[in-house]
């Protein structure tokens, strides 16, 4: 149950000012109610006045009796479908999974993937190709990085995405990271590698692509971060 709402408040958040408008004229008083309950306040205030003063007075009068119900749940899926393709569900997730960090975006997945695997399995296809298509860089090539500047980056990163990152990485990656991080930082990340046991390797991919997104970010806006040879 928490992965559907989840899910839902996701794309009624995420739709535009119009298709909100349009969502919340064609469904019944009930659901109108529920939506207004899983938006945010700011946008449910705004939406409230756009109705009439019946409308208003209906919504109102049933919210506080309005709870997260299979039935209602089963309904307002099927009209954000009538709004939106199911394409753009997936993309809607994950545009939110690209601002996460690697354990929450994990989370995040588990929790749609246990409520809809086929959902959750074609989000991950397309979080990786989003990955591909904003040239987020292969996570090798923190060998092509000079040191000051990988230092830099390291700094913007989670020790436990780090650590994660570095679970499959080759010797001369772990070597050209552990160059760059002090002894005390060195051995909390050999330990929490020991401590975390067996991992997925998606999960992996996805530490190493939130380090390479800050590495990606960096190229782009300027700041000084230089890769030798190029």
């Known amino acids: 149950m928490i992965g559907r709402i989840m899910i839902i408040k996701e794309i009624l958040n995420n739709f535009s000012d119009e298709e909100m408008l349009y969502f919340i004229k064609t469904i019944d008083v009930k659901s109108r109610a529920m939506t207004y309950l899983l938006i945010t306040s700011t946008k449910a205030e705004y939406f409230l006045n756009l109705l009439s003063d019946e409308e208003k007075t209906d919504v109102i009068k049933i919210l506080p009796i309005v709870k997260e119900e299979e039935d209602l749940l089963n309904i307002l899926e099927k009209e954000i479908e009538r709004v939106i393709s199911y394409k753009n569900i997936e993309l809607i997730i994950t545009r939110r999974m690209v601002e996460m960090k690697t354990d929450e975006a994990k989370r995040y997945l588990e929790l749609i993937a246990k409520y809809n695997p086929l959902l959750g399995e074609h989000i991950e296809l397309e979080y990786d190709r989003y990955n591909k298509l904003m040239g987020i860089f292969p996570f090798?090539?923190?060998?092509?990085?000079?040191?000051?500047?990988?230092?830099?980056?390291?700094?913007?990163?989670?020790?436990?995405?780090?650590?994660?990152?570095?679970?499959?990485?080759?010797?001369?990656?772990?070597?050209?990271?552990?160059?760059?991080?002090?002894?005390?930082?060195?051995?909390?990340?050999?330990?929490?590698?020991?401590?975390?046991?067996?991992?997925?390797?998606?999960d992996v991919k996805h530490a190493q692509n939130h380090i390479m997104k800050v590495v990606n970010r960096r190229l782009k806006d300027g700041s000084a971060l230089k890769i030798p040879n190029e």
């Open 140 to 202: 090798e090539d923190i060998l092509l990085i000079d040191d000051k500047s990988l230092q830099d980056v390291i700094r913007e990163v989670e020790w436990d995405d780090l650590s994660l990152a570095l679970k499959f990485a080759g010797d001369d990656i772990k070597i050209k990271i552990f160059k760059n991080v002090s002894a005390r930082k060195k051995n909390s990340i050999i330990e929490t590698m020991e401590f975390m046991g067996p991992v997925k390797v998606a």
